[in-house]
């Protein structure tokens, strides 16, 4: 039971949590660690699916990539509509099973606040918020003052995350690591960004989480999705598209991702060349 969760997590849709979280499963797999997975968004699985694509790609080409272990947790459509209870019981389940076959777990939330969402934020060792560089995005984590934008008080998912804590203190379990992620940024600085810089870093001090580089709004992130694959795969045997510098920056900002999630230890992405 001593693998580490990861949690990807914001209530609010669109921040790029499954992107997130399929760059570093991706990472912490071809760095030659046993990651397990657990799509929560049941209806979309966008993790799930990344990870079909990359079983068909790689066998269709001839190609030998890791792969993550996936406990099942049936049919996700079916699991969205059943009740609490069964919820709860099934997610426990994968959990436990995902522990065991993993040092990692990477687990894809859903935007929207559902009973295994909040289960799975109490067992994080680690909660990963990505947040676009938008103030409808900090909505999220904290209120603003419409008229001086000071910070006035934390907000929704804030909540959810200290509930959390709460609970695994309670639980005596170790502290949640809560990073928030500037993601999606433009290349060329955003208007607002350094206002908005300012209230995640107050907020930030406010209720204890740490700020870290996302990925930009690269092309990259998201063409190698119908492969399976990301940036960390690519190499002379692994190549469905045409490498440029982009790629050889995307390699770098996948590289600065993981230190600042503190999960670079052994990660070094394949070369290109």
């Known amino acids: 039971m001593s693998a580490h969760v990861i949690v990807f997590g914001n209530e609010k849709g669109g921040a790029g949590k499954s992107t997130l979280a399929i760059h570093v499963a991706c990472a912490l797999l071809d760095a030659g660690k046993r990651v397990a997975i657990l799509d929560l968004d049941l209806r979309q699985r966008s993790l799930g699916r990344f990870f079909e694509n990359r079983v068909a790609w790689t066998k269709a080409n001839g190609v030998t990539l890791p792969l993550p ?59 990963v918020t990505p947040m676009n560089d938008s103030f409808v995005d900090f909505d999220m984590l904290g209120t603003v003052d419409p008229v001086t934008l ?26 949640i690591d809560w990073v928030v992620l500037s993601n999606r940024l433009a290349v060329a600085a955003a208007r607002n960004r350094q206002r908005l810089d300012e209230r995640v870093a107050t907020l930030a001090r406010r209720v204890g989480f740490r700020v870290g580089p996302g990925l930009r709004d690269r092309v990259i992130y998201r063409e190698l999705f119908p492969f399976g694959l990301t940036v960390a795969d690519l190499s002379p045997e692994v190549r469905p598209v045409a490498v440029s510098l982009a790629h050889v920056a995307a390699r770098q900002e996948l590289r600065g991702l993981m230190q600042a999630l503190n999960l670079d230890d052994g990660v070094v992405p394949r070369e290109a060349a």
């Open 150 to 175: 000071e910070v006035k008080r934390p907000s929704m998912y804030a909540e959810t995350v200290w509930e959390a804590r709460k609970r695994r203190a309670v639980a005596g379990g170790r502290p």
């Open 69 to 127: 272990t996936a406990p099942d947790m049936g049919d996700g459509v079916a699991l969205a509509r059943a009740d609490e209870a069964t919820q709860l019981a099934t997610f426990e389940e994968a959990l436990e099973q995902a522990r065991r076959q993993g040092d990692y777990v990477c687990i894809d939330t859903p935007g929207g606040d559902t009973p295994i969402t909040r289960a799975a934020h109490v067992a994080a060792d680690q909660v």
